[in-house]
């Protein structure tokens, strides 16, 4: 027992690829970030990122007061902090298409993102709204391109029914959560746990023993430093959110975006 304990926890074989360069392990966190800066989910960080050569790109997702599915991390933090509003809740879709996001960047809908996403093809990733209800009404077609951030059972089963790519949320792996997880929910949907969704504080040695235990794949937020990339890209993770990795330079950094239109 106690060999097969250290087998599942011991370091996990190097990847035949080189992790730095390969454009398949990245997420653009929020749509990267442009000119230093984060978080904006606007439609110049979308383009540059895809001109950096990234395959997956985070969209924050709020809904306006007209029910529009716009990238917005939280309308708090849009108004107050992006656009610079003294209301701080939910707009329309005409008065958030006529804001200016940090005095020169544009809003962008998720419609506006679809739309890109048909000429410059890539995986949108979202973790702020699971309701499939909510995101049918925008993906007709392409869900298995949409990655869903899963925060229940239940709401799993329903995005992968619906034909998106979930990852189940566990912030950071617990024990207890290989009977929910990795036994309860196989037995009784006669499915299995294919992604996880992780914080970086979570232990390494716990995400091996999951990968080699149930053969599910690792999303992990956020990190922006080279050596962890070398160190457990390909191994214990399969996908991370990063900020400003530009792919094709191996670097941190910023770069001028051009259109992909």
């Known amino acids: 027992m106690l060999g097969v304990f250290l087998w599942l926890i011991s370091p996990m074989p190097q990847p ?11 997420i ?18 979308l383009l540059q990122s895809l001109n950096n050569g990234y395959k997956y790109v985070e969209l924050d997702l709020s809904l306006t007061t007209d029910s529009a599915l716009v990238c917005v991390h939280d309308w708090a933090y849009f108004c107050k902090n992006l656009v610079g509003d003294s209301i ?14 940090l005095g020169q960047y544009t809003p962008l809908t998720l419609q506006q993102a679809i739309e890109i996403q048909r000429i410059h093809p890539y995986i949108i990733v979202t973790d702020k709204i699971s309701d499939t209800k909510i995101l049918n009404r ?3 077609q392409n869900r298995h391109k949409v990655m869903v951030e899963a925060f229940t059972l239940s709401d799993y089963v329903e995005l992968k029914k619906a034909g998106y790519i979930p990852m189940m949320s566990l912030w950071t792996f617990d024990y207890s959560q290989i009977f929910w997880d990795f036994i ?3 037995l009784k949907y006669h499915t299995k746990i294919d992604w996880i969704c992780v914080h970086s504080s ?3 040695k716990s995400l091996r023993m999951l990968k080699r235990l149930f053969n599910c794949k690792v999303a992990m937020y956020t990190c922006n430093s080279r050596a962890f990339f070398t160190e457990h890209l390909g191994k214990e993770i399969d996908l991370i959110y990063t900020d400003n990795w530009n792919p094709l ?4 950094n910023d770069t001028l975006y051009t259109t992909v239109y």
């Open 184 to 186: 309860y929910y196989p």
């Open 138 to 140: 925008e993906f007709l």
């Open 249 to 252: 330079k191996q670097t941190n």
């Open 202 to 204: 979570s232990n390494i």
């Open 28 to 45: 653009a966190h929020a749509t990267g970030a442009i000119n230093g800066k984060t978080y904006l989910n606007c439609q110049e960080a």
């Open 16 to 26: 035949q690829d080189d992790v730095l360069s390969n454009q398949n392990y990245y």
């Open 88 to 101: 701080e809740t939910a707009i329309s879709t005409k008065e958030f298409l006529g804001k200016s996001i």
